[in-house]
């Protein structure tokens, strides 16, 4: 008999794919087209919120205030959920996640999988696709590049340039640079995350030092011999191809970095469901840890299993 998910057991992260990551790049569509909010360098001028505001000293101070403000917040948000931010509002772990199927059809990504058994089902589409894959990489990321520039230039004139025939040189400059960029950042995926990402170094660097503080985390209370045996579902569905279950490759640093998504949690608990069971994965506040291992170290004799907190 085929035992129901329970939805309402999870946490909030079932929402991130389905709305956290697709609303914002709604607005970062929408933002400049709407006049939600763009700098226009030509008019010299700030729109905000369909309101036009002058290139003066009385509202131009508020861009760097904005700025370090969300940096604070972001830096807030990491110390105490960890990378947070990446898994559910950074624009290219987001693309990443939405292009896997493209990089795993040109043998850069494992995942999906499906995407793999179709090419071995059928070889001469793989070598039609690996023909197309960097003209359609162009396209994607060159759209990208003009959406970016409509955030400082208005995009009526982006598009009069190109209709032109004869676009500004520096225009044509810029989009060539973002669209370099990109290509670099879409073909390399969440290896940019795990080596070059200056926020993912930051944070090991203030959140993981040995002894100090650390962010939530994502906690394994199993064996694998008893209790996972050959599943792996959770790192299946992981993002940037890590095995939760190993504590070490979930710090953030060089080559590693768990992004706090959730997927794992979700995929394990519907598994263990299927056998009446609670899920082997669950997020770790750093409070929850403090107690946890307060209790371990009060009552050494109790068996993990008695002293993890509940799913």
Known sequence: MKIPVQPWKYRYHHLRPILAQPL???LFILGPLLG????????QHMVFAGKTYPFEFQYLVWLPIVFYAGVILIGVVSVLWGRLFCGWSC???TMTEWTRPFRAAIGRDQNPVSVARFFRK?????????FFSLPIAILVTFAIACLLSFYIVPPEWVVAQYASWKPHIALVFGHFLFTLIGLFLLYAGHDFCR?????GMGQSLSAYQEGK????????????????????????????????????????????????CGECIDACKTVQTYQSRDGLLSFELPWERKVREHAAAKTPDRTEQEIRPAV
């Open 24 to 26: 914002f790049w709604l």
């Open 122 to 130: 059928f070889p001469p589409l793989r070598i039609v696709f690996n």
């Open 195 to 199: 080596t070059c990402c200056p926020y």
């Open 213 to 260: 503080w650390r962010p939530m985390e994502i906690r394994y209370s199993g064996s694998l011999s008893d209790d996972c045996k050959t599943c792996q579902a959770c790192q299946v569905v992981c993002p940037v191809n890590i095995d939760p279950r190993d504590e070490d490759a979930l710090n953030v640093g060089q080559f590693k970095g768990c992004f706090n």
């Open 36 to 43: 939600v909010f763009r700098v226009d360098m030509m008019a």
């Open 91 to 93: 624009p290219h772990n």
